[in-house]
Structures are given as C-alpha cells and as structure tokens.
C-alpha cells in the first residue's frame, strides 16, 4: 500500500480479506486481542451474512451522519 486511503478503496477477494484481518487480529495480544477477537465474533453470529454486515454498517453510518449534521447546525436563539 502506498497511502493509508488505498485500504479503504481496493477491492479484495473475500479469502484475501479474511486473511488480512485474521493476521491483524493475532498481532493483538493480552485483553485487547481477547476483547477484539470476542467481538468479531459477536458480530458475525449477529449478522451471519455479508448482506446483513452490510446492511448494520449502512445503518450506522446513516445514523453518524444524521449525529455530525445535527451537531454542525447552529443553535436557535
């Protein structure tokens, strides 16, 4: 990767993404990886499907957006 916006935009084979995130998620150690590692797995019983992983982040995403706006707007006198 030549910049930090490239990991954001590169398209990958779901095998290659797997793979990349398994090896971050060992390069975490003691109660930190525990908690991520806890966490992913969490979330993918949660939402079992790409489909519904999507569909959580859109949301999400949605609502920081729906936060940011409201936070930006100036207070009425």
Do not use: H, N
């Amino acid at each position: 990767m030549s910049d930090g916006v490239d990991i954001y935009t590169r398209s990958m084979a779901p095998d290659a993404l797997e793979c990349a995130v398994a090896e971050a998620i060992a390069e975490l150690d003691g109660r930190e990886g525990d908690e991520l590692r806890e966490y992913v797995a969490w979330f993918r019983r949660r939402y079992p499907s790409p489909l519904e992983r999507l569909a959580y982040c859109r949301r999400k995403y949605k609502e920081a957006m729906a936060t940011q706006r409201a936070a930006r707007r100036p207070l009425e006198p």
